[in-house]
């Protein structure tokens, strides 16, 4: 049996202090914030731990769960919706995104948080994508990136690196992989950060960061699918897919954008953190214009 | 006390009764005939505290609808053919999950591109049967613009009342079309309100909702923690999925049918003219009813007893105004910008009582008076009719 953690090769960040400090919970009171403690994720799934990584991030910022829902779309990471206790919207396939921006735009003062696998978040979904990054609407879009569809039998996905195989790429995927960061960034998102359950702190805290930012936050977890992706592309262990994810994961201060660029390297951090006016306040503006030119 | 009369084109009337019904949300995108409604709501909704948001599609547009709704607002979206396709899987999901909100598809001539600034009544089938699965559906066709308003405000009543997304059938002649109307003002109209269930947090459930108590569904960000899915869920464990449960699917499957169906007579609408002693009877709905209207009037004037049934809600479909206006008449003429649509509905409901004419045009064409009443002439054979027209 490969050790889960091999501190050796691999070593877990402190918390970065630039970021809200998120306060692990225990596993009892974790559980008190699902309705099931079973789920259909397989064994060695990582979306376990990215879930738990978000209930440390929500119960660290003090959120009322009254006043939190979490929005999100369809396959493994979608049934999320199913375990969190909160109120929870299952959508449509790729949809959650336009759901997310009709709750928060009718009520601004809701904390949507919006839960997306690869697939939904950037092909079904990567029109409502670009749109909800362009206007700077603030919800927290946390996406299951297992480059993979899982929950149909592992077909290749727009994140899928190229080369690798699938049950639709049994030859090697020969498209160029999505870097859902770059897109989201490119799109407006003012808060996009990368994480790897491995690094389950300093991921919690990218989350948390993402809630707490006034925004678009876009945070992309890295999950991984041993059942789907690993055994079609030779690791089927789900300790080495971890591994493998946190050894090509490098820190955002320590990745050269301009050097030679590896298909299989990512940088994780903060990538992009800036200030925009966000779009329920601006349209608040807009209410005012409006009720102001219809008095007068 | 009502506004001033004043010409007012039908798809500003559906904008104005969305506001009077108490509409705070619209998420569209810009398509011909519609778009009017869009661009009027884009500057009233603020001005009443609402939000208008143009969406990058159709798709997007329902669902930042449904969002809204399941927020607390009551919530609306405009389109025409081409949009109304692109809705039909979240138009699904709302009946799914139990979401009321109100999609108005303003009819052009299809399919496809087709011709979008011609009217149509292609789109009848697609209100009833455009989302994949069983499902029940209401749908309300207006044939002037005092309907486009009244009608929208019945259609936000009656999402709310059966917590279903509700369809109003306009087309680019009603849309288009301006008349002299006093649009009343909101204290003269019944609006329902959504409110919370009469249940504490901790007892709720979606099972508490019977089909002859429905309760609305708590918002997001209420003391309510919800579950919503378009999966089938069971309705006494929090709406978790059921998806491996046979018996459970099919209750709820039954219930969704059952919460409108067992409600047709509350729901439909049909208005009847000139049917007390009618022979004929001209059943239209939507602009061609105007048309319709006219050939009755001149038919009376002709002495040729003929009558008029418009049926408002086209879906659930008025089987019972069907069924007693075949015993009674012996033939029902079916104009339609259509071929066949609802004339077949009207075969099924007549069984074999009555001889049903169908007359559909597809040329994006509004079906004339004159047409009808040649149907109508061939009906009376042995009258000699005074007017060539």
Redesign the interface.
Known sequence: MTALVDEELLERPPQDSSLPRVTPHSTAELRSHL??PKTLWCPGCSNGIVTRALIDAVLSLHLD?????V?AGIGCAGRI??YL????????HG?AL??????????P??NVIVIMGDGDCVAIGG??L??AARRNIDVTALVFNNSIYGMTGGQMSPTTFEGDRSTTSVYGNVEQAFDICELAHAAGATYVARGTPYAYTRLSQLIAGGIAHKGFAFVEAMVSCPTYYGRQNGIPDPSDMMKRQQSRAVPVEKFDRDGPRLHDRYPVGVLHHTEREEYTAA?AG??Q???GS?RG | MPQPRRLVEGNEAVAEGAIAAGA??F?GYPITPSTEIAEVLS?RL??V?G?F?Q???E???????????????K?LTATSGPGFSLMQ??IG?ATMAQVPCVIVDVMRGGPSTGLPTEPSQGDVMQARWGTHGEHSIIALAPSSVAECFSLTVEAFNLSEAYRTPVILLSDATVGHMREAVALPTSDELRVAERGEPAVAPADYDEVISTVDNIMPRP?????????????VYDRSR?G??ATGTPAVAEGLGLYLREKIYHHRDAICSVEEIEMEDAEVAIFAYGSVARSARAAMKWARRQGVKVGLVRPITLWPFPTEAVEHMAEQVRTIIVPEMNLKQMSWEVLAAVAGRAKVVDHGRIDGKLIRPEEIQDLIRAEFHYHHFEETR
């Open positions: 309705r099931t769960p009254d006043r939190t829902c929005i919706t199913t206790n909160w109120s929870t919207v299952h959508t449509a949809r336009a759901l997310a921006t009709g709750a928060k735009a009718a009520d003062g809701l029109n409502h670009i749109h349209y807009v209410v214009r409006a009720q219809s | 705070r949300f998420a500057r603020p001005q505290g939000h948001i969406m990058e599609d798709i997007a547009s329902i669902g930042a609808v449904i969002g809204a709704s399941l927020a607390g607002t919530s899987e979240s999901y918002a997001l960000g209420s003391r309510y923690a919800v579950h919503v899915t378009g999966l929090g978790v999925p």
